[in-house]
């Protein structure tokens, strides 16, 4: 049974940092992308930032240079490290694990909330 589990969300004023962790359990994890994605109320689901197996990653062009998404193959978790948190910041973060085949594993978590807000 594949899980993927968010944590590390909450409120933070802005200017602040948060630190998102995904864990995942039941898939091979060091072969899969791994990508967290937002939804802030009223929203379309956004892609915040992708990590490959490789180690290559991608950002959205909102949270370049202030965000950064890394991985632990020797722990199955994926990482989302938030500075200088804005108000548009706020949503529901979750993590997405896909595999590198199309059709052969697409797998979300449940998503943490973080608030920025003073």
């Known amino acids: 049974q594949v899980q993927l589990v968010e944590s590390g969300g909450g409120l933070v004023q802005p200017g602040g940092s948060l630190r998102l962790s995904c864990t995942a359990s039941?898939?091979?994890?060091?072969?899969?992308?791994m990508e967290w994605y937002r939804q802030a109320p009223g929203n379309q689901r956004e892609l915040v930032a992708t990590?490959?197996?490789?180690?290559?990653?991608n950002y959205a062009d909102s949270v370049k240079g202030r965000f950064t998404i890394s991985r632990d193959n020797a722990k199955n978790m994926v990482y989302l490290q938030m500075n200088s948190l804005k108000p548009e910041d706020t949503a529901v973060y979750s993590c997405n694990a896909r595999h590198p085949v199309a059709g052969l594993g697409d797998y979300w978590g449940k998503g943490t909330l973080v608030t920025v807000s003073s």
């Open positions: 039941g898939i091979q994890f060091s072969i899969y992308t």
């Open positions: 990590i490959r197996s490789g180690g290559s990653t």
